[in-house]
């Protein structure tokens, strides 16, 4: 059987408040809606454009196909205004228990552009109902211009 893009679903995690707990494992009851306004992160507000703000949120990418899903890889594929250089979304691995605090903050981040991107995060396997959290930082710089809609869109295929 093929691997129904229908099928694989984003999550949030359990603690979506914003702060140092936001973060541990996956909440099946908090889909995530691609294209729905503020779906990750809110509006940047005045106040965060003029002294700059790096802000922290945690998804779960989750196989709900019958079969396994193989060597997935995921990246940053569109979304994000690349002549916009005052904010940046960059992405990581994590872990189902991790929180801002304890994991977030500490990781590596990356900015992957495309499925070949040699950045682009290795997932591996998925069988069905497994999942994975990818950490997503929002940096906005410090004077940043004012901009409206702001997206970007993470996409994950086997490689």
Known sequence: MAIDPARIKWYRCATWTEGDTHGGD????SEIISGADQ???DDVSNAERETGDVEYRKIFIRNENVDTWNSVISWIS????????DVHIDIALGTDAGTKTDEGTGLTYVQPTAKADGNALNIGNLAQN?????????TVDASALGYTNLQFVISAESS
Do not use: M
């Open 26 to 29: 996956i909440d099946l009851t």
């Open 78 to 85: 569109g979304g994000q205004d690349s002549s916009n250089n």
């Open 130 to 138: 497994e999942y994975q959290a990818i950490w997503i930082r929002r």
């Open 39 to 41: 779906n990750i992160f």
